[in-house]
């Protein structure tokens, strides 16, 4: 796949799910997402189970093309080590990669997907990994992430999500540990990346969904606002 002179430059697609490929294949990985002019945008390796997690995150940080994979039931690429590295070069300011799709274990955010909602208790890994697609992604509208555990160390990485992301509209937070911070710095991460996102419509914290154009007196926002049977609490309050 790296020699041009067969056309192979021309693959955008590349499907090697539910083979064999073992460790031996990070350095070809490496190699092939490391060549100069490397013209690949979607990398399905999925269900090897033997493939090393941390081979395929190095792989994929220093490649300049690549803005979807999925690396489903692959032990060792679904732990919350490699959640975390993963995540940490795609939250950076000068990164590289621009991966907007990503199916793992955890969560999928596929092509075409308008709608996420995680349930349960979710890890602080996981929510890092998500905001650094979520920074990226250009797809996805509607996130819930209520009763999950987010709090303000999660906040922390969705700030930086919100003010790269052009695509989301409705972000539900509520009833998260969010509220327990005496000084409400989550809230206030939270805030800020909202502060500024040129499409959000709805927050919600607690009680009902805060209309954020309205809320900051965005262009053709209405010169009142009626706010009564909200149930705000401390939060959106």
Avoid: M
Avoid at 200 to 214: H, R, S, Y
């Amino acid at each position: 796949l790296n020699k041009r002179a067969l056309g192979y430059e021309k693959i955008i697609y590349l499907n090697l799910a539910k083979n064999e490929l073992g460790k031996a294949t990070g350095g070809t990985l490496k190699e092939l997402l490391w060549s100069e002019g490397c013209t690949l945008q979607h990398l399905d390796l999925s269900s090897n189970h033997t493939l090393d997690g941390y081979d395929i995150a190095a792989a994929v940080k220093r490649n300049q093309s690549l803005t979807s994979i999925d690396v489903r039931d692959i032990p060792t690429a679904n732990t919350d080590a490699v959640f975390d590295f993963f995540a940490s070069f795609l939250l950076q300011d000068e990164n590289r990669c621009q991966l907007g799709l990503l199916s793992c274990d955890a969560f999928q955010v596929q092509e075409g997907l308008e709608s996420l909602e995680l349930t349960g208790t979710v890890r602080t890994p996981t929510f890092k990994l998500l905001a650094g697609v979520l920074k990226y992604n250009r797809s996805l509208k509607r996130l819930q992430l209520a009763s999950t555990g987010f709090d303000g160390t999660a906040a922390g990485f969705f700030q930086v999500a919100l003010l790269s992301n052009l695509a989301l509209e409705h972000l539900d937070l509520s009833s998260n540990p969010l509220a327990d911070e005496d000084d409400l710095a989550g809230v206030a991460l939270v805030a800020d990346g909202v502060a500024s996102h040129p499409t959000l419509q709805t927050l919600k914290l607690d009680g009902a969904a805060l209309p954020v154009a309205e809320l900051r007196g965005a262009g053709g926002a209405s010169e009142s606002l009626d706010a009564r049977d909200w149930h705000l609490g401390r939060l959106s309050g």
